[in-house]
Nanobody, 118 residues
Framework: QVPLVESGGGLVQAGGSLRLSCDAS????????MGWYRQAPGKQRELVVT???????NYADSVKGRFTISVGNAKNTVHLQMNALKPEDTARYYC????????????WGQGTQVTVSS
């Protein structure tokens, strides 16, 4: 099990910004994609954004133009810059990492709470 170390999150007013970070540097296998999912109370976990090792990104329509994922300087780290936050962005955000070798496997972080007040 690779621990995904998440940081960031918190409480912010609508229109504000937050930055999340995730560190999967503890993996001994190559990580092929990383990203973030979120889950609001009473709702299913949903994609926020992923980025592959080749830099291909996939954003949820609801966050396009407001959220930006970037690769950190350290290997297997990513950052999520969240701007123009809305109350509907309130959720627990989970870091995600995927490897394809030696067999496909998904890793999940413990989650970090993001609360946007109106």
């Amino acid at each position: 099990q690779v621990p995904l170390v998440e940081s960031g999150g918190g409480l912010v007013q609508a229109g504000g910004s937050l930055r999340l970070s995730c560190d999967a540097s503890g993996s001994r296998f190559s990580i092929d994609a990383m990203g973030w999912y979120r889950q609001a109370p009473g709702k299913q976990r949903e994609l926020v954004v992923t980025i592959t090792s080749s830099g291909i990104t996939n954003y949820a329509d609801s966050v396009k133009g407001r959220f930006t994922i970037s690769v950190g300087n350290a290997k297997n780290t990513v950052h999520l810059q969240m701007n123009a936050l809305k109350p509907e962005d309130t959720a627990r955000y989970y870091c995600y990492a995927h490897r394809t070798a030696p067999w496909p496997y998904d890793y999940w972080g413990q989650g970090t709470q993001v609360t946007v007040s109106s």
